[in-house]
């Protein structure tokens, strides 16, 4: 009985190494699993942080986008409005233009019919003039025959009461 015994106590202390093994190896597989793990939980981590800054980062580019974008609307809307006004500015800037090319013919006929009145007055004048001076030379020729004869008859005056006179 000691014998068995002492087979049963180094039975028993075999089954404890051989347990001790096999629990060694697998706390050791179970350690080696956790510091797998543990990288890859590590990396994992790393990868989070860097598409979480990824994220920031598009998120302000994004904001920066919306804000541009926004911008580039107001400035969009600013040109519109600002167009509007120039194409009314045009077409009341063409109306006007197309009432001063109406006056300025109006005017240009205007002065068209002035210069033919003045031609026609000027050629009037003309003949008036040149009848005038006919006129003045016919008087000047007259006052000169007139006061050729009064001469004569002055003359004549004189030599009849020169010849009268005792």
């Not at 060694?24 to 990868?47: D, I, P």
């Not at 598409?51 to 609307?73: I, M």
């Not at 040109?79 to 197309?98: I, M, P, W």
Request: proline share 1%.
């Amino acid at each position: 009985m000691n014998r068995r015994l002492q087979f049963l106590n180094l039975f028993g202390v075999l089954m404890l190494a051989g347990l001790c093994v096999v629990q060694w190896q697998s706390n050791r597989q179970l350690n080696l699993e956790a510091n797998q793990l543990e990288k890859t939980r590590q990396a994992q981590q790393q990868k989070i942080s860097e598409q979480e800054a990824t994220a920031r980062g598009l998120t302000e580019d994004l904001t920066r986008f919306k804000e541009q974008v926004k911008a580039q609307h107001d400035d969009l809307d600013d040109a519109k409005k600002k167009l509007r006004e120039t194409e009314s500015a045009v077409a009341g800037l063409t109306a006007e233009r197309n009432e001063l090319r109406e006056s300025v013919t109006n005017w240009s006929n205007a002065v068209a019919q002035r210069d033919a009145l003045a031609k026609e007055a000027n050629n009037r004048i003309l003949d008036l003039s040149t009848n005038l001076n006919a006129s003045i030379q016919k008087y000047n020729e007259l006052t000169t025959n007139y006061n050729s004869v009064v001469q004569q008859l002055n003359e004549a005056r004189t030599k009849s009461a020169a010849t009268n006179s005792p």
